[in-house]
């Protein structure tokens, strides 16, 4: 008797369900995608229908336009082919989740990203038993371990009160989706002072805000007075604005890098940034070893990051463990 | 410790030199001065694990934080590998304590937690290192660990710390750099002493800072010089690539400090000897050469180099590398301060004085005549010939300053020397370089052998890094320590001082000041230099 399938494996075009027919956040044209998450590594154009969670629903229609998009609520199965599938929050970004696919008396379950902390703009992260747990691996190192997210919140409004006081403007660096509105609507617990949006930040705040997440009240830079002052406001743009010419109209200002990846020092000493405040989107060690141990997995698939280390000390511990080599990004670097 | 830690991640932080000063100064006025001690010692580069008996070794500390954090071994080294620094690593690897911070002060810290189980059995060592880890701390363990492992590297010049004391206290800059030179023991009675007004009988014992000169690039051509002004405004000399010393003759007494602040006494007896028969006190800036009786020009720095290693030479030491001062300036006279006259002035008063002791083991260092900056630039082509480095520019009116200063001197070196090697070996930097690999090992031909022929550290730019770094760790063939091997595949053009001959090296040469100097990507590794080529630039 031929070994049975595997209910996902790698193919060229990405994640694949053989015993559905559909792929999971591939990145070339398919018929049939089940997109975890609106991010541009997993959600991309030309697939030819489009399951998702009803959060992500609006994240998709603003990146991807109108598509055929089959909405999921969270937990409830669907079929596709001979797979039951369904979706759980992973609590990465609004609206993200995990794939969860029983076919055969087995049960898989894909992570896409995850983060176990607390954030205010999505739901958190559901523990789903399984045989087989494909997880990220994107800080897959135990130097790797988040402080609160609400200490460092606090330390990025000294930090735009310690800018105040020296005239200078706080720029926060901050991936536009997602970690812009986590950090908003953290904000909102500790200061009513508003925030200023570079222009790619702003679209995604509008999608969150028409998804009823509350956070900290924004306006748009570019709306600003033209030659006015902007010491002691803080201000929110994607990393890719760094050193370019929209950076100059703050004179003064001092910058900063909200990612997991300030946890090194080197990281940000290499960016040149004044300061990095350490907040992630992604779990960190503990998590995903802890995570592995609330699924009840007894064999693991690490997807993107260092897969390496987290490969090697699962096997060690007990749990067979090897990694895809995808396509997916880190869209905190 | 906390404020101290504050003050580290602070400078840490800090991308300009203002914000670092104020910091500092802010520091040095709130700590307490047992605290300020330490601190300034630490500042300036003092380092527990090598100046004391050691705390703990690298391999110690791994294998501490391998049971501590309950990480395997190979995943603590996989950590280091990717943090680049081990003390940070250690400090990743922990959870913050539960219960409040530690709040003793530095000193505390350091004399009752750091200084007494150095040097004991292990078990009593690890004790006291894992009784800080479980109570400090993220900041404070950093800082803790970085005094274990070494100096803290933490972007903080001497002359940086030594103008935050001198804003902070209104002490002159020069006597506060004056009372730091040579080794010191952090104390309350030292920092009492280094901002007191008052004149100290050992403020008559220390060597003057000395004044450095800035570089003009090799490349630079005459039309860079000329921006100078008129060449008869300059003092032309040869730059000997020697050890630049200060020799002191005061109250009879001679000694020699070299500019690594070292006292040299002993090891280079001829010297004291020629200096002891000098008709008057004074203070010569100069240059420390090995220098052959019959020669007519220096033995290369090698030969200089064995002396220093030995603490009181032998009869035949001597007579194979014997040692010479070239003498630059007279910054002290019958105990009168000189640095503010012009340079013409202190010269003309040093060549009076050699002249009288006619030793050619303290000669003056001569002139390089020159009527305009072309003829000066023809000069210079001959510096590798007579086995200089190139040619010190100095203004005629110049005053002697404090550290490097541009403007006054200068210092304009010959093209270097140039090789195609291969890399063979990466390791990671320090500093904003610690998560890359930065500091490369290249090789030359020997036979069908690469031979490795020279370190260097910098000469990339920071897109070329970033590039060389993802293919190190993509091409991986073997890993010691921190350092891995790669397959040898590609060429770099080096540039270096000059070459010579050595026995402490493998390949039999050693090289001087090795950089990169750019990428050879249309140089396959075969095509790479011999070994041969490099030892025929040899002396």
């Known amino acids: 008797m031929p070994a049975p399938r595997d209910l996902v494996e790698l193919r060229p075009e990405g994640l694949y369900c053989p015993a559905g027919d559909f792929h ?50 969270h937990g409830a199965p669907f079929e596709l082919g001979g797979a039951r599938v369904s979706l759980h929050p992973a609590g990465h970004v609004l609206g993200s989740v995990q794939v969860r696919i029983e076919a055969g008396g087995e049960v898989w379950v894909a992570s896409g990203d995850y983060k176990r902390q607390p954030d205010p703009t999505c739901a958190p992260f559901e523990p789903v038993r399984c045989d087989v747990f494909i997880t990220e691996a994107t800080f897959g190192l135990p130097v790797y371990r988040w402080p609160d997210t609400r200490e460092v919140v606090r330390d990025i409004v000294d930090w735009r009160e310690r800018c105040a006081a020296r005239g200078e403007a706080a720029v926060l660096f901050c991936y536009a989706l997602g970690k812009a509105q986590r950090l908003l609507a953290e904000l909102a617990a500790v200061t009513d002072r508003p925030a200023l ?94 995570t592995v141990r609330e699924t009840g997995a007894r064999r693991v698939i690490a997807t993107h990051g260092s897969t390496d280390a987290i490969v090697r000390a699962l096997n060690e511990s007990g749990v067979a463990a090897e990694a895809f080599r995808t396509s997916f990004g880190d869209e905190e670097a | 410790m906390k ?36 601190a300034l010692w630490l500042l300036s580069g003092g380092k527990l694990a090598a100046s004391r008996a050691r705390i703990a070794n690298s391999r110690e500390l791994r294998a501490w934080i391998v049971a501590e954090s309950g990480q395997p071994e190979w995943l603590v080294e996989d950590c280091y590998d990717h943090v680049g620094d081990l003390a940070e690593t250690l400090a990743l690897l922990l959870d913050d304590p539960a219960a409040e911070d530690d709040d003793r002060p530095l000193h505390v810290w350091i004399e009752r937690e750091l200084l007494p189980p150095a040097g004991a059995d292990e078990a009593l060592r690890r004790d006291a290192v894992v009784r800080a880890w479980r109570t400090l701390g993220f900041d404070q363990r950093l800082l803790f660990n970085k005094l274990l492992t070494g100096a803290l590297r933490v972007g903080v010049s001497q002359r940086l710390v030594q103008q935050a004391l001198a804003e902070m206290s209104g002490i002159d800059i020069a006597r506060i750099a004056q009372r730091m030179l040579g080794a010191w023991t952090p104390s309350p009675r ?126 035949r030491l ?162 010691f320590g921190p350092v891995r091997s790669v397959p040898a595949e590609h060429v770099f053009e080096l540039g270096f001082e000059a070459v010579n001959r050595s026995s402490r090296h493998k390949s039999g040469i050693a090289v001087r000041f090795p950089r990169i100097l750019r990428w050879r990507r249309d140089k396959p590794a075969a095509e790479a230099d011999r070994l041969d080529a490099l030892k025929a630039l040899a002396r």
């Not at chain 2, 203002?18 to 500092?24: F, P, Y």
């Not at chain 2, 890359?436 to 490795?452: I, S």
């Open chain 1, 197 to 290: 949006l570079h222009g790619a930040i702003a679209a995604g705040v509008q999608v969150y805000r028409d998804a009823g997440i509350a956070m900290l009240a924004t306006r748009a830079v570019a709306e600003e007075e033209k030659g006015r002052d902007f010491a002691g406001e803080l201000i929110l743009a994607p990393p890719s604005a760094a050193g370019s010419p929209w950076m100059r109209r703050f004179r003064g200002a001092q910058t900063g890098f909200a990612s997991g990846w300030m946890r090194l020092r080197g990281n940000r000493r290499r960016r040149n940034y004044d300061r990095g405040f350490v907040v992630s989107d992604h779990a960190d060690w503990p998590d995903l070893m802890r």
């Open chain 1, 24 to 73: 999971i956040d591939p990145w070339r044209p398919v018929p049939r995608a089940v997109i975890t998450h609106g991010h541009g590594d997993h959600a991309r154009i030309g697939m030819g229908e489009y399951h998702c969670s009803a959060g992500s629903l609006p994240i998709l229609r603003w990146r991807l336009g109108e598509q055929r998009y089959h909405v999921h609520e």
């Open chain 2, 190 to 315: 030292f920092m009492r002493d280094l901002l007191t007004v008052e004149e100290l009988p050992g403020d008559r014992q220390q060597p003057y800072p000395f004044f450095l000169a800035s570089p003009l690039e090799p490349a630079d051509g005459i039309e860079v010089a000329a921006r100078l002004g008129e060449v008869g405004d300059w003092l032309l000399e040869w730059k000997w690539d020697g050890i630049r010393l200060q020799l002191i003759r005061r109250g009879g007494e001679v000694a020699l400090w070299s500019r690594g602040e070292e006292r040299l006494e002993g090891r280079f007896p001829e010297i004291e000897a020629a200096a002891g028969a000098l008709a008057r006190d004074c203070v010569i800036d100069g240059e420390l050469l090995a220098w052959g009786e019959r020669e007519d020009r220096p033995l290369p720095f090698t030969a200089l180099q064995k002396r220093i290693q030995r603490r009181k030479p032998g009869i």
């Open chain 2, 3 to 38: 404020r101290f830690a504050a003050l580290y991640r602070e400078l840490d932080r800090s991308t300009g030199t203002a914000d670092k000063r104020a910091a500092l100064v802010a520091y040095f006025r709130e700590a307490p001065v047992e605290d300020a001690a330490w």
């Open chain 2, 318 to 479: 001597l007579a194979e590398a014997p040692a010479r001062v070239l003498a630059y300036d007279l910054l002290e006279l019958d105990g009168t301060d000189l640095r503010t006259l012009p340079l013409r002035q202190r010269r003309e008063t040093l060549a009076t004085l050699v002249d009288q002791l006619a030793d050619p083991r303290i000669a003056l260092s001569p002139l390089v005549d020159a009527r305009d900056w072309t003829e000066a630039a023809r000069r210079r082509e001959d510096a590798r010939e007579r086995g200089v480095e190139g040619l010190m520019l100095k203004r005629r009116e110049s005053v002697y300053q404090v550290g490097r200063r541009r403007g006054d001197w200068w210092k304009w070196k010959i093209e270097p020397l140039t090789i195609d090697g291969v890399l063979l070996y990466a390791q990671s930097g320090h500093g904003r370089r610690s998560t890359l690999f930065t500091d490369y090992t290249f090789g030359l031909w020997d036979g069908e052998a690469l031979v490795p022929v020279a370190k260097a550290y910098s000469g990339l730019d920071d897109r070329e890094i970033l590039e060389l770094d993802r293919w190190i760790r993509a091409h991986t063939l073997e890993r």
